[in-house]
């Protein structure tokens, strides 16, 4: 254990500099060609697959299997790429444990899924090393659409629209075009700069214009839009962050985990990148997961996930949770903060023991911590935004809003789980819907 | 433990298991290496005449069919007999039997189609002290173009004519090596046993390309290009040579002329299986190319377990005892009734029985919203291909109907009485009731 292991306080540098490549190393692998004809003869081509219906983009999984497994993982990556273009990033994203590979019957069978996730990557993979773009844009119609938000959901979107002619600009309130992909994310689900090569790719079927910088609200306004464009769709991310409604929130070191995951997504050197020695996050989804999961892999010396309700009610995976435990993240269950501690920057937080119905035990206990990481939740910020349903835009059908013209999908619109996948097929179905509307 | 000692037409050795000839036993090394591991008894790779030895490829001589994990399934040759000189061959076999006097040898011969050459060819492996002889009337590639191997054991006359020579010619045991490369394998086997034959040996391999380089356009293996049909041996051709010892053993005629089964042989099971249709003994090939010659441990203690399991005490009481069962098409009892069963508690709802009976079958099994498969005994007839297709073992089963039911598909009622097709009122050819 190195002397800047025990330091206090947030430091940047706390591990050699090769622990940095080891720990934020590919955590998946790819599947080499021999492993990848192995894993694919377990798949058993079932009518009707489950899997199938479990993917939110309903990609044609045995199908694209049974591509690899006959030496064509071109036409695999095209069965994949039509339903799913962001069908490379799902690869590695996808909590493919709590869809396709769980419904998988080799799950029920044997409790082993085909490892449909590392298949699906290595189709994907392979055509786009290739810069091979299968999908070439129908005749120009003349139509613009404006895209908001430039993340899973808008690019989808986009990417729909413009293969069906019509010309599309996005606007993004970021410097770089990827949303979650870009920004969000755990760095080892991700690595040598993918979100940003599957934009590129994706770009190839033309006719998309992308404008960052432009925020919604500050930049553009939705009635611009919609006087400028044939139709609109909003792909916008929740950029609010659930505070935890606790006295001295604002003490140094108590920071929001979507920033941490940001940060050290655009860190060009880790090793610049300051992490605590004893570090708290507190939530129970996959933020949560990656948040801690890095810290540690940053070298923090005591990472801790603090959850207000049991395990079985976390948003993050079994997957994930042992993922977390494995890297040494230490999952603490039925807690939630009560104070933050300290002088100018915290230095402990105290939780209290919760039961099942979040009722208070009145047992306290207290976390050493010279790092806090909000993760308990994000919310829709705008104004001027179509109606809501709870905290999110209404939307019915293919993503209609409350206004005709615009269309909503991804995290801002309400239904749906807040996944990658679920933004996409989201996207592109109302791609569909918007291309019926002006072609009427 | 049982006694797993072979009599093989008097040939003694410890166990039915020999090695075929092949490139396995192409030497005094593999060979003493191959008695050292277990194997029973050794045909020697194939002899040709004496002076210049037939020269090999120097490319690729095997093709072959994968699993996708690589497990060989079927294998491919294109090598031919013996490259080595033949007294190098006689002194090592010579050496061998020698230091190895309770394991059997045999040698392979192939020599052209007249007396005088297959007459010096025995005079010398004689002097071997070898157990036996083998005559190779099997190899389809190479050597028949030369009409030799395969181009002899296609043609029955000449099967028994050279089998005739040399029971003229030697007095040891000769067994005549089949070729599968033919439309009813008993002909043959009749003209070695009419030429005096102690047994036959079969199959050999089966012509075969085991695949096309789709870049090259050419058969695989490829050589410079270009590409020859094989012989294709491995577990892919154990069917076809299960079959072709059972015509040769059920058929009356041929009652009796002892059997050594080849024809992918790869494990204690397959070497039973083939005991049980006929055979005195097995041979094995490509297992042992694919495995070593290790693998002959498994065959002893598994074979050994089963003949336990069983209550045999010798091999010879497993030797044929499936053959009375093996009956033409005809024969069997079309009064036996079965439905396919589907175990719900092991069913993963694949879905690969629907599939398989919906497209390719006769619809009779359902599928309902929330995946659960069941067999409409109405359209069922029991052809099993659900039960083939269903990735779970056991998961599917065919059941009898018991005597009194009625069949829903036909509206009988099932007897427990025996009626085959030669009986049946839809036969033309029918027999009288009477």
């Known amino acids: 254990m190195s002397d800047t292991t025990l330091t206090p306080g947030i430091k940047a540098g706390r591990l050699d500099a090769a622990a940095y490549d080891e720990n934020f190393g590919d955590l998946h692998p790819r599947l080499d060609d021999h492993e990848v004809l192995v894993a694919a003869d377990r798949c058993y081509f079932c009518h009707d697959a489950p899997c199938i219906t479990a993917c939110p983009t309903e990609i044609d999984i045995p199908l694209f299997i049974r591509q690899i497994a006959t030496g064509t993982a071109e036409a695999a990556a095209e069965t994949i790429l039509d339903q799913n273009i962001l069908g490379g990033m799902c690869a590695r994203v996808c909590p493919t444990e709590t869809l396709c590979e769980q419904a998988c019957v080799r799950e029920a069978a044997e409790g082993k899924p085909v490892l449909i996730g590392q298949l699906q990557r290595y189709a994907t993979d392979t055509l786009m090393e290739q810069g091979k773009h299968p999908f070439a844009r129908a005749v120009r119609t003349g139509k613009q659409v404006a895209v908001v938000g430039a993340g899973p959901a808008g690019l989808a979107c986009a990417h729909r629209l413009a293969m069906h002619g019509h010309d599309v600009t996005i606007y993004d309130a970021r410097q770089k075009p990827g949303g979650l992909n870009e920004y969000g994310i755990a760095a080892y689900k991700s690595v040598d700069g993918f979100a940003e090569r599957e934009v590129d790719w994706l770009l190839q079927i033309g006719g998309i214009t992308i404008e960052t910088g432009k925020s919604l609200g500050s930049d553009l306004t939705l009635d611009q839009l919609k006087a400028s464009h044939d139709a609109v769709f909003l792909g916008l991310g929740l950029g609010g962050v659930n505070a935890l409604g606790l006295e001295a929130e604002d003490k140094d070191g108590i920071e929001n985990a979507v920033d941490f995951i940001a940060d050290l997504r655009q860190a060009r050197d880790l090793a610049k990148l300051p992490v605590g020695r004893d570090v708290v996050v507190i939530g129970g989804g996959m933020t949560a997961v990656d948040a801690a999961v890095q810290a540690k892999l940053l070298g923090a010396l005591n990472v801790s996930l603090v959850y207000r309700r049991g395990r079985d009610r976390m948003n993050a995976s079994v997957f994930e949770q042992d993922l977390a435990a494995s890297k040494g993240v230490r999952i603490i269950t039925n807690a939630q903060p009560v104070a933050i501690h300290g002088n100018g920057a915290v230095r402990e937080i105290e939780f209290e023991y919760t039961d099942d119905s979040l009722t208070p035990t009145g047992q306290t206990f207290r976390l050493a911590a010279d790092q806090v990481f909000k993760a308990i939740g994000q919310t829709l910020q705008g104004d001027g935004l179509p109606k809501l349903e709870g905290r999110k835009i209404a939307v019915t059908g293919a993503g209609r809003t409350s206004v005709a013209g615009i269309w909503a999908g991804g995290d801002c619109a309400a239904g749906g789980d807040d996944l990658t996948v679920t933004a996409v097929a989201e996207g592109r179905d109302a791609a569909e819907d918007i291309h019926s509307s002006l072609m009427g | ?434």
């Not at chain 2, 047994?199 to 870049?215: C, E, Y």
């Open chain 2, 1 to 434: 433990m049982a006694n797993l000692e072979s009599n093989f037409i008097g040939i003694k050795s410890p166990n039915p298991f020999w090695l075929a000839s092949a490139p396995p036993t192409d030497k005094e090394y593999n060979v003493r290496r191959a008695f050292d591991a277990g194997w029973g008894g050794v045909v020697w790779k194939t002899l040709g005449e004496d002076g210049p030895p037939v020269v090999n490829v120097n490319g690729p001589r095997y093709g072959a069919i994968w699993g996708a994990d690589r497990r060989l399934l079927g294998l491919n040759n294109i090598e031919l007999i013996t490259d080595r000189p033949l007294q190098t061959n006689l002194d090592e076999m010579t050496r061998v039997k020698r230091d190895y006097p309770d394991h059997a040898l045999i040698a392979s011969l192939m020599v052209p189609v007249d007396e005088d050459s297959w007459k010096d060819i025995l005079s010398r492996v004689i002097d071997t002290g070898c157990d036996g002889v083998e005559l190779n009337f099997g190899c389809p590639h190479g050597m028949s173009e030369r009409g030799m191997g395969s181009a002899v054991g296609q043609v029955p006359d000449y099967v028994q004519m050279v089998t005739e020579w040399c029971k003229k010619h030697s007095n040891l045991p000769v067994i005549v090596k089949l070729t599968p490369n033919i439309a009813d394998i008993r002909k043959p086997a009749q003209a070695a046993k009419d030429g005096g034959a102690d047994a036959v040996s079969l199959i050999n391999t089966i012509n075969s390309i085991t695949s096309v380089d789709l870049d090259l356009f050419a058969p695989q293996p490829t050589i410079d290009g270009l590409g020859a049909h094989g012989g294709y041996c491995g577990p892919a051709v154990k069917p076809i040579a299960l079959n072709m010892v059972a015509e040769i053993a059920r058929t009356p005629e041929l009652a009796g002329l002892p059997i050594s089964g080849i024809g992918g042989v790869t494990t204690w099971r397959d070497a039973a299986e083939f005991m049980a249709l006929g055979a005195g003994n097995v041979q094995v090939c490509t297992a042992a190319m694919t495995y070593g010659f290790k693998i002959v441990e498994e065959m002893i203690s598994g074979l050994s377990q089963y003949m336990d399991e069983k209550g045999f005490t010798t091999v010879d009481e497993l030797v044929g005892r499936a053959v009375p069962n093996v009956v033409n098409w005809q024969d069997l009892n079309l009064n036996y009734v079965t439905k396919a069963r589907i175990d719900q508690d092991a069913c993963i709802k694949c879905g690969r029985c629907f599939a398989a009976c919906e497209d390719t079958s006769h619809q009779a099994i359902s599928m309902s919203e929330d995946r659960v498969f069941d067999v409409i005994d109405a359209e069922c007839v029991a052809c099993n291909l659900c039960v083939n297709v269903c990735p779970v073992e056991d998961c599917i089963t065919m059941e009898r109907l018991p005597e009194g039911d009625v069949d829903p598909r036909t509206g009988k009622t099932v007897s427990d009485d025996y009626a085959n097709w030669t009986t049946h009122p839809n036969n033309p050819m029918k027999c009288a009731a009477e």
